[in-house]
Nanobody, 119 residues
Framework: QVQLVESGGGLVQAGGSLRLSCAAS????????MGWYRQAPGKQRELVAR???????NYADSVKGRFTVSRDNAKNTVYLQMNSLKPEDTAVYYCNLNYGSTTLSDNYWGQGTQVTVSS
């Protein structure tokens, strides 16, 4: 079983920065990608940023140029550096780990960490 432990959320003023971390522990293998999703009240969970095991990244349009996802493969840890934060970035941020093959994969999720950006 894999556990994802997130840290780094909190309250910040608009224009500020936060860095989220997510460490995976347990029987971690065949990782395809790790990344971050978020869910604001009354909205669906959406992809924020992800990075594959080969280092390819993709971002939601709303965070491009402001957020950076990175990964330490040796530590099975993924980071999300969030700069120039906006009130609309307020949400619960969930760490995601996708594993398996290209034809059959599954996901693990973290418990979520709250990010609140005040105006």
């Amino acid at each position: 079983q894999v556990q994802l432990v997130e840290s780094g959320g909190g309250l910040v003023q608009a224009g500020g920065s936060l860095r989220l971390s997510c460490a995976a522990s347990g029987s971690v293998f065949s990782i395809n990608a790790m990344g971050w999703y978020r869910q604001a009240p009354g909205k669906q969970r959406e992809l924020v940023a992800r990075i594959t095991s080969r280092g390819s990244t993709n971002y939601a349009d709303s965070v491009k140029g402001r957020f950076t996802v990175s990964r330490d493969n040796a530590k099975n840890t993924v980071y999300l550096q969030m700069n120039s934060l906006k009130p609309e970035d307020t949400a619960v941020y969930y760490c995601n780990l996708n594993y398996g093959s290209t034809t059959l994969s599954d996901n693990y999720w973290g418990q979520g960490t709250q990010v609140t950006v005040s105006s």
